[in-house]
C-alpha cells in the first residue's frame, strides 16, 4: 500500500507526500514491484509524457518538480544502479528519454555506464545511440564510451574513433565489429543476428551515424562502401531520419541514391516506406522533400493495409495530413 502511494505522490508530482512516505518508512525506496522497478525508475518514467503511440517526450518541468523527486530519491539512499526486471538500470532509461540533465546527474550519482542489457553492447550509450538521442549519447560520451566499435564511432559523429576501426581504404581495422550483440531496445523489433561481414559492420555504422544526425561522418562511411540503403535490422537509414524529421540527412541520402519509396519493416510494421514514417510523426518538411523526390504516396504498409495519409489522419499528424490530401 505504501509502495501504491509512493507511485501516486511521484505521478502527481507531489514532492512533499512522497517525502512524508519515505520518512515514514525509509525502506521504501529500496522495493520493487512485479517488474522490479524501483521508485526511482517511476521518477524518471515521469520526467516523460505521452501516449507510447510515438517516441515520448520530456514533460514540461518549469518549477524543476520532476527533476527534484529524481533526486530526492537518490538522496534517500535508492539504488543508482539497481536493475529491472527486464534489466534496464535508471541509467538505461534516462539515456532512452534523452535526458541530458537526468543523465548527468546519474552519473554524478556513480550510475555505471559499463552495464549491459539486451546483448552485448547493449550500454546505457547504445540506448541512446540506437534510438538517435544524440543529446544524452554526448552528454555520456564525455565521461565515458563503452562499448568502443565503429557503430559507436559513427553514431557518436567521431572522425577519431572511426579512424582506430576503419583504414583509408575502407578496410576494416581489429574491434570494428565487436560488441554488437545489442540490436533491439525491446521485443518489438525483429530478430537479428549480428555476423562479421565487413559489409554489414559498415552499413549499420552508416545507419547509426544518420539516426544521430552526424552528417560530417557519412560521406567517409559511404566511400569506405556502406550502402545508402543499407537494411539494418529491417529498416533504412532513410526510414529512421524520416520519421525523426532529420531533413539535411534524408537529403544528403537521397542525393546519394537512397530509394525514396522502398518498404521495410520499421519496429513490428511491415512494408513502411519513408513516407509512412515521416506521416506517423507529422514531419512535414521530411514529407514534402520525399514528395519532391517522387515518394509514391498510394504504397499500403504490409501490416495495416494503410497509405502514408492513412497513418497521418490515424496518428493525428495535421500537417502531413493536409500536405497528402493535397
Not at 209 to 236: F, H, K, M, W
Amino acid at each position: 500500500m505504501r509502495l501504491d502511494a509512493a507511485v501516486t505522490a511521484i505521478d502527481a508530482q507531489d514532492l512533499g507526500a512522497l517525502r512524508a512516505l519515505v520518512e515514514a518508512d525509509p525502506s521504501l525506496v529500496h522495493e520493487r514491484d512485479d517488474e522490479e522497478h524501483a521508485l526511482l525508475d517511476r521518477a524518471l518514467w515521469a520526467l516523460l509524457v505521452g501516449d507510447w503511440s510515438r517516441p515520448p517526450a520530456i514533460a514540461p518541468d518549469a518549477a524543476g518538480v520532476r527533476m527534484a523527486i529524481v533526486r530526492y530519491l537518490l538522496d534517500a539512499g535508492s539504488d543508482v544502479n539497481g536493475r529491472s526486471q527486464q534489466g534496464w538500470t535508471p541509467l538505461h532509461t534516462a539515456l532512452y528519454e534523452n535526458h541530458v540533465p537526468a543523465t548527468e546527474l546519474l552519473l554524478e550519482r556513480g550510475a555505471d555506464p559499463k552495464t549491459e542489457v539486451y546483448g552485448s553492447g547493449g550500454t546505457p550509450l547504445l540506448q541512446a545511440l540506437f534510438w538517435g538521442h544524440a543529446e544524452a549519447a554526448d552528454a555520456l560520451a564525455r565521461h565515458d564510451i563503452t562499448p568502443r566499435n565503429l557503430r559507436v564511432a559513427a553514431g557518436l559523429g567521431r572522425a577519431d574513433l572511426i579512424d582506430e576501426f576503419l583504414e583509408a581504404d575502407g578496410t576494416l581495422r581489429p574491434g570494428a565489429g565487436d560488441a554488437r550483440g545489442y540490436y533491439r531496445p525491446h521485443d518489438g523489433f525483429p530478430e537479428w543476428s549480428p555476423s562479421d561481414a565487413p559489409q554489414e559492420i559498415l552499413d549499420e555504422a552508416l545507419c547509426y551515424a544518420a539516426r544521430n544526425g552526424r552528417e560530417t561522418v557519412l560521406s567517409r562511411l559511404i566511400e569506405s562502401g556502406a550502402a545508402v540503403d543499407s537494411d539494418v535490422y529491417g529498416s533504412t537509414p532513410l526510414h529512421w531520419v524520416a520519421g525523426q524529421g532529420r531533413l539535411a540527412i534524408a537529403r544528403f541520402l537521397l542525393e546519394r541514391g537512397a530509394a525514396v519509396s522502398r518498404p521495410a519493416t520499421f519496429g513490428s510494421q511491415h512494408g513502411v516506406t519513408p513516407l509512412h514514417c515521416a506521416a506517423w510523426m507529422d514531419r512535414l518538411e521530411v514529407a514534402q522533400l520525399l514528395l519532391e523526390h517522387g515518394a509514391d504516396p498510394t504504397v499500403r504498409d504490409a501490416t495495416h493495409d494503410g497509405t502514408p495519409l492513412d497513418w497521418a489522419e490515424y496518428m493525428e499528424a495535421p500537417r502531413v495530413a493536409t500536405l497528402l490530401r493535397g
